[in-house]
């Protein structure tokens, strides 16, 4: 079994940061393409970063400057630090990862969401 736990949602002011983590447990060998996506209401999930096992990285337009997307292998974990936030940017964050387990097969899991919401 393989989870995808995401954390660091909350309250930010505009203009503040904030730091979501997701990290992966179970019976993962390793992980591929990691992904943050979020949905705001009345929208379709998007994209927001992704980064791949070499660490090569890519944004949507609409956070590129102000979000920085990380991982450390060592710790499973993947990282979205998030800059000079605008009410927009509020929505749910899904943490997304293709990971092979140790049957060697690669599997695609999704993470439970965290609410992240900028308002003064």
């Known amino acids: 079994q393989v989870q995808l736990v995401e954390s660091g949602g909350g309250l930010v002011q505009p203009g503040g940061s904030t730091r979501l983590s997701c990290v992966a447990s179970?019976?993962?060998?390793?992980?591929?393409?990691m992904t943050w996506f979020r949905q705001t209401p009345g929208k379709e999930r998007e994209l927001v970063a992704t980064?791949?096992?070499?660490?090569?990285?890519d944004y949507t337009d609409s956070v590129k400057g102000r979000f920085t997307i990380s991982r450390d292998n060592a710790k499973k974990t993947m990282y979205l630090q998030m800059n000079s936030l605008k009410p927009e940017d509020t929505g749910v964050y899904y943490c997304?990862?293709?990971?092979?387990?140790?049957?060697?097969?690669?599997?695609?899991?999704w993470g439970q969401g965290t609410l992240v919401t900028v308002s003064s």
């Open positions: 179970g019976t993962v060998f390793s992980i591929e393409t």
């Open positions: 997304n990862a293709d990971i092979q387990d140790y049957t060697a097969r690669v599997r695609n899991y």
């Open positions: 980064i791949d096992s070499g660490f090569g990285t």
